[in-house]
C-alpha cells in the first residue's frame, strides 16, 4: 500500500505563517486553562473589531495571572492585527494545533491536502493527515472552529469524505471531527445530524478539551 498526497489549491495560504506557526507551539506547552481559554477566545473572536471589543477586558481579567498569561493575549494581538484573513487564521489555529500533535506520532503529517492510493484519490481535501508508514495506517481529520456555522449537508459530506479515504487506505484508520468549541456540545451537535450514517460511529468526536496534548495523546489509537 503506498501513501500519496496532492497539496489543495489553498494549501500555502497562511500554512506557512510564521507568527501563527509559533503561536500554536507555544499554546501547546501552555497549561490547560490558559489553552482552554485561548481556544474560547479563538471561537468568539471572528473577526478584528471583535477581537478589539473584548481586548481590553481580556486584558483585565488576565491581568491578575501573571506577565507569562498576558504575553499569550499580547501574541495573540499581533496575530489578529497581521493577518488579512482572520476566518483563514482561526481555521490555521485548529489544524496547525492537530498537525503539530500529529507529528509527535506519524511519520508524514500534512494538512490541506488530497490524498491517493492504489490509484485512488480523495474527491475531496481532508484539513489533517497522518501517515505511519512501518503499520500501515493513517489519522486524518476535519477541523470547524465553530460547527454551527457548518450546514448539515456539508457535515454529511465531510462524513463521506472521511469514510471514503478511510476505505482507500484498509479500512482500518483514525478518522474524524474537530472544533474548538465544548466536546459534548460537538458531539450531540454531530449526533443529531448524522448518528444514523456509515462512519459515524467510528469517529472521534474531538472538542477543546479533547485538543489539550495530556487529552489527546489518550485518544483511541491503533
Do not use: Q, T
Not at 489533517?128 to 460547527?147: I, L, P, Q, T
Amino acid at each position: 500500500m503506498r501513501f500519496r498526497k496532492r497539496e489543495a489549491p489553498n494549501y500555502s495560504l497562511a500554512r506557512n505563517h510564521k507568527l501563527l506557526n509559533n503561536f500554536v507551539k507555544r499554546v501547546l506547552e501552555s497549561r490547560k486553562d490558559v489553552f482552554l481559554d485561548i481556544s474560547d477566545i479563538i471561537v468568539k473572536c471572528n473577526s478584528k473589531d471583535k477581537f478589539d471589543k473584548f481586548y481590553e477586558r481580556y486584558l483585565s481579567e488576565w491581568n491578575e495571572r501573571g506577565i507569562e498569561d498576558i504575553h499569550y493575549l499580547s501574541l495573540l494581538w499581533d496575530l489578529y492585527k497581521d493577518s488579512g484573513d482572520i476566518g483563514i487564521l482561526r481555521g490555521r489555529f485548529l489544524e496547525l494545533l492537530l498537525y503539530y500533535m500529529l507529528r509527535n506520532e506519524y511519520d508524514e503529517v500534512d494538512m490541506r491536502c488530497y490524498v491517493a492510493n492504489n490509484g485512488k484519490e480523495s474527491k475531496k481535501e481532508v484539513d489533517v493527515f497522518g501517515w505511519n508508514n512501518k503499520k500501515n495506517y493513517g489519522e486524518f481529520y476535519e477541523c470547524k472552529v465553530s460547527y454551527y456555522k457548518v450546514d448539515e449537508s456539508e457535515w454529511i459530506d465531510y462524513l463521506d469524505n472521511l469514510v471514503e479515504i478511510d476505505l482507500m487506505f484498509g479500512n482500518k484508520n483514525i478518522y474524524g471531527f474537530a472544533s474548538l468549541e465544548e466536546d459534548k456540545a460537538f458531539f450531540h451537535f454531530l449526533k443529531d445530524i448524522m448518528g444514523n450514517k456509515k462512519g459515524f460511529n467510528n469517529a472521534l468526536i474531538i472538542g477543546k478539551n479533547g485538543l489539550y496534548p495530556e487529552k489527546f495523546i489518550k485518544r483511541k489509537v491503533i
